[in-house]
């Protein structure tokens, strides 16, 4: 047996074993009444989700199998297994929410749901790349701990994976036609995102809020938009419903990802991970920065950014510019644009209210 096989059999077995007892418990309660909390929406999205997903990485080259199980923390470098820190699953619980809120079953939604994490883990391999972060939850990145031509590679194996996750469904050409708008537009963010690393901090060539919104809405809500709507889409639902889906995920992406900004400059360290301050000492243009650069304060604040020696006076200046609490109020309006998506949409009720308790955990994060 190989070692991918090991670890991803010791995944499916051991870890989903753990996962399926806790599942039937919040199962049973779920019937009459909505789950407790978020936590536990995840925690069942992810049991439901992980044999299938298993399953997927199984076929892949052994050797490629085995940095893709790496990715998610199921394995260490050699295939010993692992129970490392994995990603939420978010993906995955909206595709098995978009199902579910159509009336249908969340199993009905584990395909779209296994096509969507692969893609989101391959857009994360490859990010790492691009961006030279040598570090993955809390441990090497997939390029560290491999290589950087392995770490492609096994980037190039997940996009293929996905799609044929979904080209042998009934139906399975609309499918992955609508996971392919959704990575064009994730391409186009990710271009954005690195073209934004090279223009200047002021004058009519900086970049404006209204451009990273559209950035973030392509890179980040576009995958989420297509998670939801394609398991909607898996679970019957009218093509009217799964648009709005789409509209959904894509404004969760942006909240997402501003809110993802505040914590890179004020997160505790203890809770994000990263070290206080560290996008400004990366000087990313993140959106808190591109309001206070806008501002009366923005020529200083262009100076502290471009010395890169007194991030802490940085953060304080876009502070007092009001650029925090406006990042927040705008990480609010997409919330609220969430309710206007869903406005008149027929959708299941507990399925309904299960989502809209993730949104809000997800964008209400300790800021």
Request: glycine share 12%; net charge neutral; aromatic share 4%.
């Given at each position: 047996?190989?070692?991918?096989s090991?670890?991803?059999?010791t995944a ?13 418990g919040d ?40 940095m ?7 394995c ?7 129970a ?32 969507v994490?692969?893609v989101?883990?391959f ?35 997940l ?12 139906g ?15 391409v ?10 090279d ?13 990273y ?19 909607a889409?898996l679970?019957?639902?009218a ?16 909240a ?6 505040v914590l890179?400059?004020?997160g ?10 560290g996008?400004l ?33 940085a953060?304080e200046?876009?502070?007092?510019a ?16 969430v ?20 949104l ?5 994060r300790?800021?």
């Amino acid at each position: 047996m190989t070692a991918s096989s090991t670890a991803v059999g010791t995944a499916r077995r051991a870890g989903v074993a753990r996962d399926e007892g806790q599942e039937h418990g919040d199962g049973r309660r779920a019937e009459g009444l909505h789950l407790a909390g978020p936590h536990q929406i995840l925690l069942r999205c992810r049991t439901l989700v992980r044999p299938a997903l298993a399953e997927a990485v199984g076929r892949l080259h052994p050797w490629v199998g085995e940095m893709a199980a790496y990715s998610f923390g199921w394995c260490e470098v050699g295939g010993a297994p692992a129970a490392a820190p994995g990603g939420k699953g978010v993906r995955q619980a909206l595709a098995v929410l978009g199902a579910e809120a159509a009336g249908a079953s969340g199993r009905d939604g584990v395909a779209a749901a296994v096509a969507v994490e692969l893609v989101h883990a391959f857009s994360l391999l490859h990010d790492d790349i691009m961006d030279g972060d040598a570090d993955r939850r809390r441990r090497p990145a997939v390029w560290k701990a491999y290589g950087t031509g392995p770490a492609v590679l096994a980037g190039d194996a997940l996009f293929a994976l996905a799609v044929e996750t979904l080209a042998v469904l009934p139906g399975g050409a609309a499918a992955v036609r609508t996971l392919s708008v959704a990575l064009g537009d994730l391409v186009r963010g990710q271009a954005d995102d690195l073209l934004f690393a090279d223009r200047p901090w002021t004058g009519p060539e900086r970049v404006r809020p209204d451009e990273y919104r559209a950035m973030a809405e392509h890179k980040t809500g576009s995958l989420l938009g297509c998670a939801a709507a394609l398991g909607a889409v898996l679970g019957g639902a009218a093509p009217e419903t799964a648009a709005a889906l789409d509209r959904v995920g894509r404004h969760l992406g942006i909240a997402f990802q501003i809110v993802d900004d505040v914590l890179g400059i004020w997160g505790d360290p203890q809770v994000t991970g990263k070290p206080v301050h560290g996008d400004l000492r990366e000087r990313k243009k993140t959106f808190p920065v591109l309001v206070a650069l806008g501002s009366a304060r923005g020529d200083r604040l262009a100076a502290l950014l471009e010395a890169g020696d007194d991030p802490g006076a940085a953060a304080e200046l876009i502070e007092r510019a009001g650029a925090r609490a406006a990042a927040m109020a705008e990480a609010r309006r997409h919330l609220a644009a969430v309710d206007t998506a869903l406005a008149g949409v027929p959708l299941e009720a507990r399925a309904l209210g299960e989502l809209r308790s993730l949104l809000g955990f997800l964008v209400r994060r300790d800021v």
